[in-house]
């Protein structure tokens, strides 16, 4: 059964069309990923998903239900976590959690659990107005689940994060689809993304670009295989000789062979024993993304 | 028992009281206000008038008896003089034996005919004595319960209105533009969560705010230095007070309602309350304001506030008083806050 379906939704503020024509429809139990650059309209999109905006055309059913306007029956069971995090003021980690916990009714045991979830434990007294750009994310996320939602929202959850309280934030989210909950995120990471997501929506200017599996996306790109050696190992012209090599290109650094058979390249590679810090690049998501929605760099 | 009233109430009211501005503002400032006016005009009203001497005799004695005038000695009549002609004195005593002449300055006319009635009748009165026969005509003075107020009876209740006046206008209008603006708002209607409960606790908050300011008013209005005394029917204001507070919670959803920024709304809300506060006589009475004036102040709620805390705090009025008041200022509650909920919205944009 499906946990979200979205259908031709359009957004304008002014003249300026944020989200442009977008369908998807997310599983229940699903990972689903909205991915594109800044501007894009993820937010946009999430927020009518939300029920918070109301959409100037299209239609949205989340759990069965209109999220539009306030639906107090599909509250209880969506936890939403906003780009900006929202706080009362002057409270601490703990306080903040016990009041978004008895809004939903669930005791502050449950608070203190979740506080542990996202590694707080240790910052449970301190104001919220004093902790770290990453550990306030980390009280945001920590609110959008203290009342245990079936569907999850998380707006860039892991920006901001350092190296280990992302993946440390990986296994809680994936903990909690293991309990057969449906998460729909945004992310900057698109590394992360491959990891985390059954499947990835690509937008940008407001429309869906590419959705699918990020594994049949990659696939989807046909892209060749990359051999990169370390400047000097092997002549550029050798290198071009070689079976299966397609294209050679030199920099400061390092020699990069582009082929579509990499076996038999690697294997002569093999012989010649030039295998020192050999890296051998597959296409990622990143390199989907890139492909989708170009190179240019914009507002 | 942890309902999503109680702990939003806990929540606000611990964000209020962990915040020293506003504290400072609540509290002292608006106290700040009535120590200074209630030491300003503490002398007007008891302020006796001097009356200067030169000798002695029966007739400066029963001066100072009357307790109506504060004598001054000096010892030559030139020192004396001196003092009347800079008009520092409005009047002096030469006592001679049993001569009594009375110098006095003409510029000050009243306070000159009000030391010399008073000198005449001493000085008639101990020649009556004088004479032995029992007077003709008796005189007794008895005082009557005026409605002038000693300046601390009127400031209490109006300095007090005005201060609950803004922290209740304050009080509503902040949390909810920069609950907006910081999206805990837009938090707040994804959570399961009326308006009703949302608006309760925050009245909770601000009637409780109001509650420690009005008892930390009386109680050092009442400190011997102001001496406020409080009427047998004080407890009658209790209804005004809560009316007033609402009356004025409402104004500031209103504000809420309209400003986008902290600095608007604070702006707004001063731009209200203070222009309204000397209107409804909150720190001067209105009574001799020209009609006009007096009209526009008949229309501000502050005005009917201030006028039921001082009838039921000083002036010690009956039931029947608290109609008017409570019947405007339930009225005003009604229509403000019915407007500030067609205005309201919950994004910025
Ligand atoms: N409240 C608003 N008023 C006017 N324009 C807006 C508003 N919110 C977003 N926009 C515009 O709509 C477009 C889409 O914004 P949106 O926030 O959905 O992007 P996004 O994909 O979430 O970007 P990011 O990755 O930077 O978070 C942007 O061009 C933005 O300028
Ligand atoms: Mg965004």
Not at chain 1, 15 to 41: Q, R
Not at chain 1, 46 to 68: A, K, M, Q, T, Y
Not at chain 2, 192 to 217: D, E, H, K, M
Request: proline share 5%; charged share 20%; hydrophobic share 50%.
């Amino acid at each position: 059964m499906a946990a979200i379906v979205v259908e031709d939704i359009r957004k304008s503020y002014g003249d300026l069309t944020a989200v442009d024509g977008v369908s998807f429809t997310v599983a229940e139990g699903e990972f689903f990923g909205i991915l594109g650059p800044n501007g894009a309209g993820k937010t946009t999109t999430l927020e009518i998903v939300e029920g918070l905006r109301r959409p100037d055309g299209g239609s949205v059913r989340l759990l069965g239900e209109n999220p539009f306007p306030r639906n107090v029956k599909l509250l209880p069971r969506v936890g939403v976590q906003l780009q900006a995090s929202a706080f009362f003021e002057k409270l601490s980690a703990r306080e903040q959690l016990e009041t978004f916990a008895a809004l939903y009714g669930v005791g502050p045991a449950r608070a203190r659990e979740v506080l542990d979830l996202v590694g707080l434990a240790d910052k449970a007294e301190t104001r919220e107005d004093r902790l770290s750009g990453g550990q306030r994310q980390r009280l945001s996320i920590a609110c959008a689940l203290v009342h245990d939602p079936d569907v999850v929202f998380l707006d860039e959850p892991t920006a901001a994060l350092d190296p280990q309280a992302r993946r440390n934030l990986w296994d809680v989210l994936r903990a909690i689809q293991a309990r057969g909950k449906t998460i729909v995120y945004t992310t900057h990471y698109l590394d992360e993304a491959e990891v985390l997501c059954d499947r990835v929506a690509i937008m940008d200017s407001g429309r869906v670009l590419a959705l699918d599996t990020p594994a049949a996306l990659v696939r989807g790109l046909d892209a060749p295989v990359r051999v990169v050696l370390e400047r000097g190992a092997l002549a550029a012209a050798t290198a071009a000789g070689l079976p299966g090599a397609d294209e050679v290109t030199e920099d400061d650094q390092s020699l990069t062979i582009s082929t579509r058979t990499p076996a038999p390249l690697l294997s002569a590679l093999a012989e010649r024993g030039t295998l020192d810090g050999l890296q051998v690049r597959t296409a990622t998501l990143e390199d989907v993304f890139l492909h989708q929605t170009g190179r240019e760099y914009r507002a | 028992m942890n309902s999503p009233f109680k702990s939003l109430s806990l929540a606000m009211a611990k964000g209020f009281f962990r915040e020293k501005t506003t504290l400072f503002f609540t509290f002292v400032f608006p106290l700040m206000f009535l120590v200074v006016f209630g030491l300003l005009f503490s002398d007007s009203g008891t302020d006796r008038i001097k009356l200067g001497s030169v000798g002695d005799g029966p007739v400066v004695a029963a001066l100072r008896e009357t307790g109506a005038v504060e004598v001054e000695r000096y010892d030559t009549l030139d020192a004396g003089l001196a003092e009347v002609r800079d008009g520092d004195l409005p009047g002096l005593v030469e006592v001679t034996g049993d001569r009594v002449v009375l110098h006095f300055a003409a510029s000050d006319q009243a306070r000159a005919g009000t030391v010399r009635g008073l000198v005449q009748g001493v000085t008639q009165e101990l020649n009556v004595a004088a004479s032995g026969q029992p007077p003709k005509f008796a005189f007794a003075a008895t005082q009557v319960e005026d409605s002038s107020l000693k300046a601390i009876q009127y400031l209490t209740p109006g300095i007090l209105s005005w201060g609950i006046a803004i922290s209740a206008v304050f009080g509503a209008a902040l949390p909810l533009v920069s609950w907006r603006r910081k999206q805990v708002l837009r938090k707040l209607r994804l959570a399961p969560v009326s308006t009703t409960t949302v608006l309760g606790s925050r009245l909770l908050v601000t009637i409780t705010v109001a509650i420690v300011q009005a008892v930390l008013f009386v109680a050092v209005a009442s400190l011997p230095v102001f001496g406020l005394a409080l009427s047998g029917t004080w407890w009658l204001s209790i209804p005004v007070f809560l009316l007033g507070i609402l009356a004025f919670f409402s104004i500031g959803m209103l504000v809420g309602a309209f400003c986008k920024t902290e600095e608007a709304a604070s702006g707004a809300a001063n731009i209200l309350v203070l222009p309204m506060s000397f209107l409804s006589g909150s720190f001067f009475p209105i009574e001799n304001a020209p009609g006009w004036l007096q009209a526009v102040s008949n229309i501000l709620p502050l005005r009917h506030m201030n006028d039921g805390m001082t009838d039921f705090l000083v002036r010690g009025k009956g039931f029947e008083a608290l109609l008017v008041p409570c019947a405007v200022l339930l009225g005003f509650t009604l229509v403000v806050s019915f407007i500030a909920s067609k205005v309201f919205t919950w994004e910025d944009n």
